[in-house]
């Protein structure tokens, strides 16, 4: 296979600049599998520099802004409120601290939000090869452990597009996701990022009935 034969020229990092300015335009949906309720949410997501920490890691501020609801069709667009909260991110992309306490659900919160974010691996790959990254449960916050596999397709114009796979371990009702990246070679940050995870539900349901959730990203002009 000729795209096996490409190498990714250097292992893929993130630089966290003190005037770092990352947006992004996001979408969160919620459908049921029955098709007669969805909800979704339109979100800015802005990453801005904190502190520094050991290794090159970061603390960095995330401020998100709902700026519309859509509720089986009807679309409100609540007062724009920006919630601000603090994230400890390394230079391979992992992410620690995020706070979802105090939301409906907030354990499913977090497993969902875990799904989309990319560590990347410790050298560098060949496009068409695949890296697995896999984490050990979490007692603190409630979740299982996960296997993520990473499948690189094109190394071009300065983007790496790819593929993945994700799904939690040991758990009866097991979160499945399959997702497409985008990631900056430059800088590390994502371009794009979406998914589609099953075995969820509306947070807040108290029928919890079942429901497909589905994720994209997409950076935006800062």
Known sequence: MILAAL??????RIDYPADLRIAYDVTRAFRT??????????????????????????RLKR???????TVDGTETSPKPVAVQNTEDHSPR?????QEFSGQPDATLLARLARIGV???????????????RQTEPTD??????????????????GKITGTFNFHEDGVSDAIQAQGEF??????????????????????????RLPAVFEFKM???DN
Request: no cysteine.
């Open 218 to 220: 997409k950076r935006a």
């Open 33 to 58: 599998l029955d098709g007669e309720e969805e909800t979704i949410y339109g979100e800015k997501w802005v990453y801005t520099f904190d502190s520094p920490l050991a290794g090159g890691a970061a």
């Open 63 to 69: 401020e998100v802004t709902l700026n519309k609801i």
């Open 140 to 157: 603190a916050v409630g979740l299982s452990g996960a296997t993520w596999v990473y499948t690189p397709t094109t190394d071009q114009d």
């Open 182 to 207: 985008v990631v900056s070679a430059s800088d590390g940050w994502p371009v794009s990022l979406s998914f589609k995870a099953a075995t969820v539900h509306q947070p807040g349901d108290e029928e």
């Open 93 to 97: 992309g992992d992410v620690r601290g």
């Open 118 to 132: 990319v560590v990347y691996p410790a050298e560098p790959i060949s496009v068409g090869e695949t890296w697995t």
């Open 7 to 12: 190498v990714l020229t250097s292992a893929l």
